[in-house]
């Protein structure tokens, strides 16, 4: 396993990280997870030495959270914890985001809702202290706290010993400078993958000049990059692959675009040994700026297959041609 530092913090992360948000379960994610399964899988993470492992409160209302510190007791130091905070439930402070599971989600950077986040994660993640602290999403209009205040707030935190670095999530450019005028902000999370390209266009660049490290989610696509998700996969009312305007990859006939992409790939597949998963994550993790890739995981099965990615090292021309073709695959037609 390779490891490198979140920004100029002196928190060294494996550059696979294990994404935790489908071990929250719920209806989004078609069907259950088994807890037991999930602390399973997280430790078998920590024996590979994958020791990021990146959560959030509003994965499963806590659930997440509990579970990787389920996982973690008596192997503390064995982890690099990465949790969030911004997205509030408990009353209407903040903007109102989403409904989700018949809970009305606020975005909120608010100093006393941050301050109540962190004591609950501290209290669900069994831990005394957080090793990366990220904004989940900025705030926003009507209640748009500003980022002095929600920076000035998560410092203190830091010098009080409860977090070790701050990040930030789902930012534009102009918010993560705005950010990083502001306070020392070592990583920045955000959504991209072989097909949803536009971090190249600015973020990655960026924080590539700044020394800011970069935690990429979605990069298999929900799955959709394995090659596991056919034509005849039927998806249960509610599932975020359901939502094919947020991603209209999963329209059928942009489905059957990509899978017959893939299928273009058993030479490559064939050459490294490899799996198309394994083949789509080490190509994620060789972009320029891409320093930290999470992969979601839900069992110790998709565990292993996704370290078979940690080593494997794309020869140039084969990354010039994977980029080639998902160039040529164009646009998802609209929902």
Same mark, same amino acid.
């Given at each position: 396993?390779?490891?490198?530092?979140?920004?100029?913090?002196?928190?060294?992360?494996? =550059?696979?990280?294990?994404?935790?948000?489908?071990? +929250? /379960?719920?209806?989004?994610? *078609?069907?259950?997870?088994?807890?037991?399964?999930?602390?399973?899988?997280?430790?078998?993470?920590?024996?590979? /030495?994958?020791?990021?492992?990146?959560?959030?409160?509003?994965?499963?209302? *806590?659930?997440?959270?509990?579970?990787? *510190?389920?996982?973690?007791?008596?192997?503390?130091?064995?982890?690099? =914890?990465?949790?969030?905070?911004?997205?509030?439930?408990?009353?209407?402070?903040?903007?109102? &985001?989403?409904?989700?599971? *018949?809970?009305?989600?606020?975005?909120?950077?608010?100093?006393?809702?941050?301050?109540?986040? =962190?004591?609950?994660?501290?209290?669900?993640?069994?831990?005394?202290?957080?090793?990366?602290?990220?904004?989940?999403?900025?705030?926003?209009?009507?209640?748009?706290?500003?980022?002095?205040?929600?920076?000035?707030?998560?410092?203190?935190?830091?010098?009080?010993?409860?977090?070790?670095?701050?990040?930030?999530?789902?930012?534009?450019?102009?918010?993560?400078?705005?950010?990083?005028?502001?306070?020392?902000?070592?990583?920045?999370? &955000?959504?991209?993958?072989?097909?949803?390209?536009?971090?190249?266009?600015?973020?990655?660049?960026?924080? !590539?000049?700044?020394?800011?490290?970069?935690?990429?989610?979605?990069?298999?696509?929900?799955?959709?990059?394995?090659?596991?998700? /056919?034509?005849?996969?039927? &998806?249960?009312?509610?599932?975020?692959?359901?939502?094919?305007?947020?991603?209209?990859?999963?329209?059928?006939?942009?489905?059957?675009?990509?899978?017959?992409?893939?299928?273009?790939?058993?030479?490559?597949?064939?050459?490294?040994?490899?799996?198309?998963?394994?083949?789509?994550? !080490?190509?994620?993790?060789?972009?320029? /700026?891409?320093?930290? =890739?999470?992969? +979601?995981?839900?069992?110790?099965?998709?565990?292993?297959?996704?370290?078979?990615?940690?080593?494997?090292?794309?020869?140039?021309?084969?990354?010039?041609?994977?980029?080639?073709?998902?160039?040529?695959? +164009?646009?998802? !037609?609209? !929902?």
């Amino acid at each position: 396993m390779k490891y490198k530092p979140l920004g100029a913090s002196d928190v060294s992360a494996s =550059v696979l990280g294990l994404g935790a948000w489908v071990l +929250g /379960g719920g209806a989004v994610w *078609g069907k259950d997870t088994d807890d037991r399964e999930s602390v399973k899988t997280i430790q078998a993470a920590l024996d590979e /030495g994958m020791n990021l492992i990146d959560t959030a409160p509003a994965y499963g209302w *806590g659930r997440s959270e509990r579970v990787v *510190g389920e996982a973690i007791r008596g192997r503390r130091d064995k982890a690099v =914890v990465a949790t969030k905070c911004g997205l509030w439930w408990a009353d209407d402070r903040g903007s109102f &985001f989403t409904e989700l599971d *018949g809970k009305r989600l606020y975005r909120s950077l608010r100093p006393d809702t941050i301050e109540i986040e =962190v004591e609950n994660s501290l209290r669900r993640l069994r831990t005394d202290y957080i090793d990366l602290y990220q904004t989940h999403w900025p705030s926003c209009p009507p209640e748009a706290t500003p980022v002095p205040d929600t920076m000035a707030c998560l410092l203190k935190l830091r010098d009080q010993g409860k977090l070790r670095a701050i990040g930030v999530s789902n930012v534009s450019l102009a918010e993560l400078r705005e950010n990083l005028e502001c306070g020392p902000v070592v990583s920045d999370q &955000f959504r991209y993958s072989m097909l949803h390209r536009q971090p190249e266009q600015d973020i990655l660049p960026f924080c !590539a000049q700044h020394n800011v490290a970069t935690l990429t989610y979605m990069s298999l696509e929900q799955g959709l990059l394995t090659g596991k998700v /056919g034509m005849d996969r039927q &998806f249960s009312a509610g599932e975020f692959r359901t939502n094919t305007a947020w991603n209209p990859w999963y329209l059928p006939a942009n489905r059957r675009k990509v899978l017959d992409l893939l299928g273009r790939w058993k030479t490559l597949t064939d050459k490294y040994h490899c799996t198309l998963a394994q083949l789509v994550i !080490a190509w994620t993790a060789a972009q320029t /700026g891409v320093t930290h =890739v999470l992969c +979601g995981t839900r069992n110790p099965a998709q565990l292993r297959e996704n370290l078979g990615a940690a080593d494997l090292a794309l020869e140039p021309d084969d990354l010039a041609r994977i980029r080639h073709d998902v160039v040529a695959l +164009g646009e998802p !037609a609209p !929902a």
